[in-house]
């Protein structure tokens, strides 16, 4: 309970260029690419473990007008990929390749990584793709490699088959769960041969769980909306998630109060602390004191300005006064003139008013030196003092102390209603404004029988009031009202203070996610997506019941007796034991089964195909350069890891077939639809 | 083959224009990759789209496959068939009752009075999540 966990918030490594050896220049060593809708690795056929490792995407700043293009970053080039979330291009429609231009700047990546500089691709390449690829897929992926790249063959494998094969059961007959990033397979083997009729895949995998696990903890906690990313939520899926052998039993477990506040995961999401600690009363004094008196000085700095300005224009008007003692009438008229002034009256009118005034503001200057600057500013003070009687003997005021509270507690909870009620009205499809929808279009109704004379009473306007309910604005005098309470409150109340500065330091406190129910409930989205995702599919385990009654009896049996799990998530906790006990719930009683997982199973697909590569036995299912002119695009070697080749269907001939491959490209994009996920 | 020359032709239609074109991000190009190389979203001057996967299946299926051809669009999983069981939306508990306010599954009283002092637009979250937001009649 105690431990909280920090998130890593793991920053990638930006991927070094690997040195490109003359050996390797001159020996067409295959290059192995594990091409994943998750992660892609690259490495050479000789390597023990990939070069690159990276997260399949790539990010291409949005064209701004007048800018110039952003550079382009791939995988493990991105430093924050949370930033670029919504720029970020992927090649995969699910789990095959469609989009060949981002396709083409990854391979631009990889092989510029790999350190390559010839003017061409001088190595064959094994790549993976997916099950039962569609041909047209596979075509678009071997024209990118072999025009735009030169490479002189490539070689196909399906990743999870790529990876079982490296450690296949004795009798190679195997029930193969691979469980995704977008997809999950299961795919029966029997007798060594993959039995692709009978696979089954389920479009649910990594991706919808963490997005499955995203999406929840931002339910539980709209105000870190921002901060629970995808990536964190990968983080957490990863580190902290598990699959529960028995769900309604963990659940029933978590319903325990004592249970789930010894076992929930306390999360720690990064805060800053607010930097300057809270104003104590005595320092927020001094500082209105200090900017009062400030506003005091002004105020006669102002004053002074002004006094000095009039005098100057009374003696102006003087002098003229004079000009006339003096008899020098022409003079007097040009500067009465000058002056705006119509007659000798006016002129002293002006005077008169000109001294009074000058009177005055001396006088309040006079004021405000002798008076005490303090009795300025403390003038709300006494005010509220005036409206609220503090009661002397201590029961009395501790007693009145409590009712401010409450009165307080009461005003900012209508407050907060308030607010909630105009939050709800601004969006449509709530409560409050399928009501007040309902309350007009009865007005509406009940105005129609009647001749419209709406207006002639003055009670008629009181429509709106019911409509309006009581006002929907925060009125001036309870704002009043709650500042005077808060003012006594902190004037008599010594905890109201602390209340406060209680809550500034529960920040650390509320960044911090309780990870309970969720550890197992994202996960279970596998095995049940209807219940949690509303997926129309059914579930893995109804899967796998459903791909062993396609067998008959004996071979079910035998498929039952090793069912082997790959992919990314294979590793989950507790995935190894659910199947084994779901498998054997459905299998009949005394059935021999078995689970087992492959060792490595996010990195098996690329072990697998860099084996298949480095085995001299393997050169006859490399389709070659010449083969792909001949036999066109899609063409396939089959092997044991690949997956079957189904040629086009003849139509009229074999190049009407091709025909019809690329001006299906051509061809207006129909039908388009966006999967809504 | 018609599929060779038609890229031959592409690349002969227009020689002058696409080496103008791929001059400028040349700096950028890698050495090992193909400069005349052109999409084929990009031949023809106006730009396409790629085909998604769902128009790659359907374009898939529609060919004359012999029967019994395992294809992509052949091994969807099957449909759930047993009825769903039910989860608290916000707790993750079995879901006992369900909220006839905003539709919300919940198990205990506590999670009741939660679930009604949420905002809509959280009630809504849960929902959708669930794929079960139907609009207001």
């Known amino acids: 309970m105690d431990i909280v966990v920090e998130f890593k918030d793991i920053k990638p490594v930006v991927d070094t260029i690997h040195p490109y050896s003359n050996a390797l220049k001159n020996s067409a060593t295959p290059i192995v690419i594990d091409n994943g809708s998750y992660n892609c690795r690259v490495g050479w056929a000789t390597s023990t473990r990939p070069l690159l490792v990276f997260k399949n995407v790539l990010a291409k700043p949005r064209k701004e007008r007048g800018k110039k293009d952003g550079e382009m970053q791939i995988g493990n080039d991105i430093p924050n990929i949370e930033a670029v979330r919504g720029n970020l291009k992927t090649q995969f429609d699910k789990n095959v390749v469609t989009h060949m231009e981002v396709q083409e700047y990854i391979f631009n990546y990889t092989f510029s990584h790999l350190g390559i500089d010839t003017n061409r691709i001088n190595h064959p390449i094994v790549i993976t793709e997916a099950p039962l690829n569609p041909n047209f897929s596979r075509s678009l992926m071997s024209q990118l490699l072999f025009e735009c790249f030169n490479v002189p063959s490539v070689a196909y494998c399906v990743d999870s088959l790529s990876s079982y094969w490296r450690f296949p059961s004795k009798n190679k007959t195997s029930l193969l769960v691979s469980i995704g990033y977008y997809t999950t397979h299961v795919i029966p083997i029997v007798d060594g041969i993959v039995d692709f009729k009978r696979s089954r895949r389920l479009d649910l995998g990594g991706q919808q769980i963490t997005y499955y696990l995203q999406r929840l903890l931002q339910l539980k906690y709209p105000v870190h909306f921002n901060a629970l990313n995808l990536s964190r939520a990968e983080e957490l899926l990863h580190e902290h998630c598990s699959i529960a052998v028995d769900y309604r039993?963990?659940?029933?477990?978590?319903?325990?109060?004592?249970?789930?506040?010894?076992?929930?995961?306390?999360?720690?999401?990064?805060?800053?602390a607010p930097p300057v600690p809270l104003l104590t009363p005595e320092q927020?004094?001094?500082?209105?004191?200090?900017?009062?008196?400030?506003?005091?000085?002004?105020?006669?700095?102002?004053?002074?300005?002004?006094?000095?300005?009039?005098?100057?224009?009374?003696?102006?008007?003087l002098s003229i006064q004079d000009l006339l003692e003096e008899g020098e009438d022409d003079e007097y008229q040009r500067s009465l003139e000058e002056f705006g002034l119509k007659s000798a009256d006016e002129l002293l009118k002006t005077i008169a008013t000109l001294q009074a005034k000058i009177e005055r503001i001396r006088q309040k200057i006079a004021n405000s030196m002798a008076g005490n600057p303090d009795e300025n500013v403390e003038e709300p003070k006494p005010k509220i003092m005036k409206q609220m009687q503090i009661p002397r003997n201590e029961e009395d005021f501790n007693a009145w102390l409590e009712s401010v509270r409450k009165k307080r507690e009461e005003l900012l909870e209508r407050k907060a209603a308030r607010k909630q009620r105009r939050i709800d009205m601004a969006k449509r499809r709530t409560l409050a404004s399928v009501e007040r929808m309902r309350l007009i279009s009865q007005l509406a109704a009940d105005n129609e029988k009647k001749e419209d004379d709406f207006g002639r009473r003055d009670q008629d306007w009181d429509v709106y009031k019911v409509i309006n309910r009581e006002g929907d604005s925060d009125s001036e005098a309870e704002t009043e009202r709650l500042m005077e309470l808060e003012e006594a409150l902190r004037a008599h109340d010594p905890t109201f203070m602390v209340d406060n500065s209680r809550t500034a330091q529960a920040t650390a406190e509320s960044h911090r996610l309780h990870f309970a129910v969720e550890a197992i409930r994202a996960t279970e989205a596998i095995f049940q997506p209807q219940a949690t995702l509303g997926w129309s599919q059914a579930g893995l385990t109804d899967m796998i019941e459903w791909v062993l009654k396609m067998f008959p009896e004996d071979v079910a049996n035998l498929l039952a007796q090793d069912v082997c799990l790959t992919g990314g998530l294979a590793n989950l906790p507790g995935l190894k034991e659910k199947i084994t006990a779901l498998v054997v719930e459905m299998r009949p009683f005394k059935s021999?089964?078995?689970?087992?997982?492959?060792?490595?199973?996010?990195?098996?697909?690329?072990?697998?195909?860099?084996?298949?590569a480095r085995n001299p036995e393997s050169s006859k299912y490399f389709v070659t350069r010449a083969e792909y002119d001949e036999y066109g695009g899609d063409y396939l070697k089959e092997h044991s890891r690949s997956n079957v080749f189904n040629p086009l269907p003849a139509m009229v001939g074999i190049s009407s077939d091709q025909q019809s491959i690329l001006s299906s490209v051509d061809a207006p994009a129909e039908d388009i639809e966006v999967d809504i996920l | 083959m018609v599929k060779k020359k038609s890229v031959e032709g592409c690349v002969e239609e227009e020689p002058a224009e696409v080496v103008e074109e791929s001059k400028d991000p040349q700096s950028k190009m890698p050495p090992f990759r193909n400069p005349n190389y052109q999409h084929q979203t990009l031949i023809?001057?106006?730009?396409?789209?790629?085909?998604?996967?769902?128009?790659?299946?359907?374009h898939e299926k529609s060919l004359p496959w012999p029967p019994e051809t395992p294809l992509y669009s052949n091994i969807g999983g099957p449909p759930a068939l047993k009825p769903p069981k039910k989860y608290s939306d916000i707790s993750g508990l079995e879901g006992k009752y369900i909220d006839p306010q905003t539709k919300l599954f919940y198990t205990t009283s506590d999670e009741f009075s939660t679930i009604r002092s949420l905002p809509s637009d959280i009630t809504a979250g849960y929902l959708s999540l669930r794929g079960a937001n139907n609009p207001i009649p």
Do not use: M
């Open chain 1, 284 to 317: 927020q004094k001094g500082r209105r004191r200090e900017t009062a008196r400030k506003l005091v000085e002004v105020n006669a700095r102002k004053r002074e300005e002004k006094l000095a300005e009039d005098e100057e224009q009374l003696n102006q008007l």
């Open chain 1, 249 to 272: 039993a963990e659940l029933t477990k978590w319903a325990d109060p004592d249970y789930y506040d010894t076992h929930v995961k306390l999360i720690q999401l990064p805060f800053t």
């Open chain 2, 44 to 58: 023809g001057g106006k730009k396409k789209t790629w085909r998604s996967l769902k128009q790659i299946v359907a």
């Open chain 1, 592 to 612: 021999k089964i078995s689970v087992r997982t492959v060792p490595e199973p996010s990195l098996g697909a690329w072990l697998g195909c860099r084996d298949f």
